[in-house]
């Protein structure tokens, strides 16, 4: 057997293992920045993040950031904070209204992820039932949706961050186990589609197979080290859709 050969057999195995994989898949979770869109293309997470440090000056709370915090790059990471320090808070409500305001700014300029809007659709026309479980607002999310035409491919099934729920994020399976018991979905028959730890970890909580969409060598890292195995990580959705639409037409 020639290096190509042996190269072509991985190809056509793996093909066929996705194949049965999304043909005993009847219900399919997915977050949402990352594999069905890039949130934060056209409006940076660094700039939401210096917005919300800003907002809390001018509140007069900025004191009750540490310096790390105060220069931290991750918006959700500032609103975690919060919510783990002051929970149920007037001031945790006000936070995740100010970061769910620039998450809907972020919406009207996101970058769709490559095959996400096909994937979707056709999973769709081969009878699958979906659902979005996400850290970031619904709100965020349906505006995303409705913008693309695809909010009828999810509906009612969008589950995502509320300040009255910020300890049920995941990694926490609850937004995981929320979507399966309103769709009526056994586990086994569900798969979850995330590009982080924390949506790989949520998901084996929940006991649902996990496929991670890696688009950096870090998030592949990252999903590594939790315990993702190679063969479920993707840098494209393309084998994915290829997979769907060959159950699609069998």
Same mark, same amino acid.
């Given at each position: 057997?020639?290096?190509?050969?042996?190269?072509?057999?991985?190809?056509?195995?793996?093909?066929?293992?996705?194949?049965?994989?999304?043909?005993?898949?009847?219900?399919?979770?997915?977050?949402?920045?990352?594999?069905?869109?890039?949130?934060?293309?056209?409006?940076?997470?660094?700039?939401? #993040? $210096?917005?919300?440090? &800003?907002? %809390?000056? @001018?509140? +007069?709370?900025?004191?009750?950031? !540490?310096?790390?915090?105060?220069?931290?790059?991750?918006?959700?990471?500032?609103?975690?904070?919060?919510?783990?320090?002051?929970?149920?808070?007037?001031?945790?409500?006000?936070?995740?209204?100010?970061?769910?305001?620039?998450?809907?700014?972020?919406?009207?300029?996101?970058?769709?992820?490559?095959?996400?809007?096909?994937?979707?659709?056709?999973?769709?026309?081969?009878?699958?039932?979906?659902?979005?479980?996400?850290?970031?607002? #619904? $709100?965020?999310?349906? &505006?995303? %949706?409705? @913008?693309? +035409?695809?909010?009828?491919?999810? !509906?009612?099934?969008?589950?995502?961050?509320?300040?009255?729920?910020?300890?049920?994020?995941?990694?926490?399976?609850?937004?995981?186990?929320?979507?399966?018991?309103?769709?009526?979905?056994?586990?086994?028959?569900?798969?979850?589609?995330?590009?982080?730890?924390?949506?790989?970890?949520?998901?084996?909580?929940?006991?649902?197979?996990?496929?991670?969409?890696?688009?950096?060598?870090?998030?592949?890292?990252?999903?590594?080290?939790?315990?993702?195995?190679?063969?479920?990580?993707?840098?494209?959705?393309?084998?994915?859709?290829?997979?769907?639409?060959?159950?699609?037409?069998?």
């Amino acid at each position: 057997m020639t290096p190509e050969t042996g190269r072509a057999d991985l190809v056509t195995r793996a093909a066929e293992e996705l194949r049965e994989l999304v043909e005993r898949t009847r219900y399919v979770l997915f977050d949402f920045d990352g594999p069905i869109c890039r949130l934060f293309h056209g409006y940076p997470a660094t700039e939401i #993040a $210096r917005a919300q440090v &800003k907002w %809390l000056k @001018d509140q +007069g709370r900025d004191g009750l950031l !540490t310096e790390e915090e105060r220069f931290s790059q991750d918006p959700h990471g500032v609103l975690s904070t919060f919510a783990a320090r002051y929970p149920g808070s007037d001031l945790l409500t006000d936070l995740e209204e100010h970061l769910t305001r620039h998450e809907l700014r972020a919406a009207r300029v996101a970058w769709p992820t490559v095959y996400a809007d096909p994937l979707i659709q056709t999973w769709v026309a081969v009878g699958a039932q979906l659902a979005i479980v996400t850290n970031n607002s #619904a $709100r965020t999310v349906t &505006k995303y %949706l409705h @913008d693309r +035409g695809l909010f009828s491919c999810f !509906t009612p099934h969008i589950y995502g961050r509320t300040a009255r729920e910020m300890h049920f994020l995941k990694p926490h399976p609850e937004t995981l186990n929320r979507a399966l018991r309103a769709m009526g979905a056994a586990p086994e028959a569900s798969l979850m589609i995330g590009d982080t730890d924390s949506d790989a970890n949520a998901a084996r909580a929940a006991g649902v197979r996990f496929l991670g969409y890696a688009s950096s060598a870090r998030a592949v890292r990252r999903m590594r080290d939790a315990g993702v195995p190679e063969r479920d990580i993707m840098n494209s959705l393309e084998p994915l859709l290829n997979a769907v639409r060959a159950v699609k037409h069998s």
